[in-house]
């Protein structure tokens, strides 16, 4: 089983026709196995030595290897055999995680990104799960593409065991179906309220919320707390994971579990130490394109890459500067339609675009396997935007890169950044630790409205008001032709 084979996104590949763009990959990512660089644990006190904090009553201890985790639960041997197949280790957040959920224990989990959150909550869930029945778990994600990636990664796991999963769309049945026809759904809130309507679902008993800070920020609270109320049934395991979490999210997020265990591996709000992190100072907006430039012709370029922007207008604006300078790239935002969407991810998965341009659409748990670069092209609106964007790099112990690109518009919010790059280990120069830390109130000024920027394009481009004239002008020509 190699990595594209491992994609399983229903598509065909022609290996020799695209053998210069897998030729691309093969440096970051595994031949054969998706094998993580985690050692094995060399002491008996697991959690110091991963720096595993846990809180709660009764925490079962965690498993220190693939072996020990058959001996003491109950895995299908479909199952093991993948595992085996595919990894080494455990990382620290599965060895602490699964013991839990294996013991039916309500979970927050908050580990970086790439620590291997997902595998924390499939194996348990598979494992409990056993055989095909009816609907009993459900797996909540914010956005589409992580919802496809979750049902895709299980469809891999849980191959051999029968168990029937299903991922939500528009054209899914009637919730009249779910009960017989499926054992696992994938879905974001909205469309699953939408899709279900004010009908009750009383044979959920799991529920796994992933990436969950966002599904508790105000655009998700009202359709989660839906969800919660529609699967109603009384005894019912709830798994809440993320990288970060604010103060605020978390005492929400706590509400809906019942004497629930905290994991927190690592240092919280901070990233992986395989991710090296820089700070690049440019003047202005066109010195930042000039910035890009640059990497490409001293080949800093090396793909797989992600670029992000603030919006998807920019994200457009970037695409077709670069374009000259013959970089193979995608381009995702809010604007494209399912379709368009579903395209640009099997392009970037398949190696036929090096990178993608995109907005923080894509920071969320999307999981692209080896990805060797993260460029912030516009300075992120806040630190867990900042924290989740560069996480698509450094996943599974794979070393990799981070750019932020700022400039004298950015100086103030500076430090955000900074305070992240100091807790994740990286030394900083005297000064910026000198920083002053902007106030909340600036903090949430800037999460609400990005700053405004100059275009990216270098072509002068005309006023708003100047081209509705010119519009009126050239219909009102056409009119009286």
Same mark, same amino acid.
């Not at 500076?414 to 109130?441: A, D, F, H, Q």
């Given at each position: 089983m190699d990595t594209f084979a491992v994609l399983k996104d229903g598509t065909s590949f022609d290996r020799k026709r695209f053998a210069k763009d897998i030729s691309l990959f093969k440096e970051s990512l595994p031949h054969k196995k998706l094998k993580t660089n985690i050692p094995a644990p060399q002491t008996e006190n697991i959690c110091k030595e991963f720096h595993i904090n846990c809180s709660g009553e009764e925490v079962p201890s965690p498993v220190s290897s693939f072996p020990e985790l058959?001996? #003491?639960?109950?895995?299908?041997?479909?199952? /093991?055999? $993948?595992?085996?197949?595919?990894? $080494?280790?455990?990382?620290?957040?599965? &060895? /602490?995680? &699964?013991? =839990? !959920?294996?013991? +039916?224990r309500d979970l927050m989990g908050i580990a970086a990104t790439g620590s291997g959150k997902t595998l924390s909550f499939a194996v348990p869930l598979i494992s409990l799960l056993k055989k095909p029945r009816w609907l009993r778990a459900l797996v909540v994600a914010p956005t589409k593409e992580l919802a496809s990636q979750l049902h895709r990664e299980f469809l891999v796991l849980s191959e051999g065991t029968g168990l029937r999963l299903h991922l939500l769309k528009k054209n899914s049945p009637e919730h009249t179906e779910w009960k017989s026809n499926f054992d696992i759904m994938f879905t974001t809130p909205l469309l699953f309220i939408h899709k279900l309507g004010a009908q009750r679902l009383k044979t959920i008993k799991y529920i796994v919320l992933d990436e969950s800070d966002q599904l508790f920020d105000m655009g998700y609270l009202d359709q989660i707390d839906s969800i919660l109320r529609q699967c109603s049934r009384k005894k019912q395991l709830k798994a809440l994971f993320s990288a970060t979490m604010l103060p605020g999210i978390e005492i929400m997020a706590k509400s809906m579990l019942v004497n629930p265990i905290k994991i927190v591996v690592g240092t919280k709000n901070a990233t992986v130490d $395989?991710?090296?992190?820089?700070?690049?100072?440019?003047?202005?907006? /066109? *010195? +930042?394109?000039?910035?890009?430039?640059?990497m490409i012709e001293l080949g800093e370029f090396t793909p797989p890459m992600l670029i992000f922007v603030q919006s998807k207008e920019r994200a457009k604006e970037l695409y077709h500067e670069l374009k000259s300078e013959k970089v193979k790239m995608g381009l995702m935002h809010s604007g494209l339609n399912d379709h368009e969407r579903g395209v640009v991810m099997k392009n970037f998965r398949l190696g036929q675009t090096w990178g993608l341009i995109c907005t923080d659409l894509m920071s969320r748990g999307i999981d692209f396997q080896g990805v060797n670069l993260v460029v912030n092209y516009?300075?992120? /609106?806040?630190?867990?935007?900042?924290?989740?964007?560069? *996480? #698509?790099? *450094?996943?599974?112990? #794979?070393?990799?890169?981070? =750019?932020t690109l700022y400039t004298f518009d950015d100086?103030?919010?500076?430090? @955000?950044?900074?305070?992240? @790059?100091? #807790?994740?280990?990286?030394? @900083?120069?005297?000064? @910026?630790?000198? !920083?002053?830390?902007?106030?909340?109130?600036?903090?949430?000024?800037?999460?609400k409205k990005p700053i405004k920027r100059e275009s990216i394009s270098r072509k002068p481009r005309l006023s708003r008001t100047l081209r509705k004239n010119l519009k009126k002008q050239k219909d009102k020509v056409n009119k009286n032709e």
């Open positions: 058959f001996s #003491r639960y109950s895995v299908p041997s479909s199952v /093991q055999s $993948t595992l085996n197949s595919l990894y $080494t280790n455990l990382t620290p957040v599965q &060895m /602490q995680a &699964m013991s =839990v !959920l294996f013991e +039916k $395989t991710l090296k992190q820089e700070l690049k100072f440019c003047s202005n907006e /066109q *010195g +930042k394109l000039l910035a890009i430039k640059q516009d300075f992120p /609106q806040s630190v867990v935007s900042y924290i989740h964007r560069i *996480g #698509r790099a *450094g996943r599974a112990g #794979r070393e990799s890169k981070a =750019v100086a103030p919010y500076l430090k @955000m950044v900074v305070n992240v @790059m100091k #807790r994740s280990g990286i030394e @900083m120069p005297e000064w @910026m630790k000198n !920083l002053k830390t902007p106030s909340r109130k600036h903090k949430k000024n800037l999460e």
